[in-house]
């Protein structure tokens, strides 16, 4: 099946609609824009350019998506946004293309972003990410794999949140959140692992268990957190999930929350 426009909306010439895109009343669509299968872009949605939408999306009513990025350094370079497949994007989220200093800003496959969220120029999010109602990231934020960030949450500019972390509501995140950890609060704090949120990601007992062992060590400890980092990279250094943890935590430019 062809793509479906409600004769309401405006879709640029330029544009590229694939097979079974829906595009509802008063819509807008503009040049360099290209939407994949099976998408469905809502009411008085407005999409500008370079922007590619996957395939199997949803854009909620007011949603405005590929806008110029919010950075006083923009000089009108050509930069793009890109959204993974079957990524469901709410009423009124608002997403920014990147800046010259990446040029892109990207939302990956099967992200859920509530109403009024907002993603700025440079961020790049994961896989099965979850930002709940009127999340706020500023530029080149990074958020690993199925993170879930509560909703009314503030993330500072170059903040990284770890896959599979989880940061409770109304938290205002300017450190980074390591993998696998539950956070809250502000200024925000580390309350252990993301047990729950392990264990229905399929994450076994053993699993959790070698995580939660070097999040002690690593957390919870006297001894200096570079020592730490190094104990546990002799003692769990076989497990990639530690290693991912470990990593991360050389990574940091910003710090790490504690």
């Not at 503030?154 to 696998?180: C, E, K, L, N």
């Not at 076994?204 to 190094?230: G, K, W």
């Amino acid at each position: 099946m062809t793509a479906r426009v409600h004769p309401t909306a405006l879709v640029d010439a330029s544009a590229e609609l694939d097979l079974d895109v829906v595009v509802e009343p008063f819509a807008i669509i503009g040049p360099r824009v290209r939407v994949g299968a099976g998408t469905t872009i809502g009411t008085r949605a407005t999409v500008y350019g370079p922007t590619t939408v996957g395939a199997g999306c949803t854009v909620g009513v007011g949603a405005v998506l590929g806008t110029d990025p919010q950075d006083l350094k923009y000089a009108g370079e050509d930069t793009e946004l890109v959204i993974g497949d079957d990524t469901h994007i709410r009423e009124y989220v608002t997403v920014n293309r990147g800046t010259a200093a990446s040029g892109v800003t990207v939302i990956g496959p099967r992200c859920y972003l509530m109403s009024y969220a907002h993603v700025a120029h440079d961020c790049r999010i994961g896989e099965g990410v979850i930002l709940s109602n009127s999340v706020q990231l500023a530029g080149h934020v990074q958020i690993g794999d199925h993170a879930l960030i509560g909703g009314l949450t503030p993330v500072h500019q170059f903040v990284r949140i770890g896959a599979y972390a989880f940061v409770g509501g109304g938290s205002r995140v300017s450190q980074d959140v390591p993998p696998f950890a539950r956070t809250a609060g502000s200024p925000i704090r580390l309350y252990g692992i993301n047990a729950v949120g392990l264990r229905r990601a399929g994450f076994d007992a053993d699993l959790r268990m070698a995580i939660q062992r070097a999040y002690r060590m690593l957390f919870n400890s006297s001894t200096p957190r570079s020592e730490s980092i190094v104990r546990v990279r002799d003692e769990s250094g076989h497990i990639p999930e530690v290693v991912q943890l470990l990593d991360f935590l050389d990574a940091t430019e910003r710090g790490v929350m504690v």
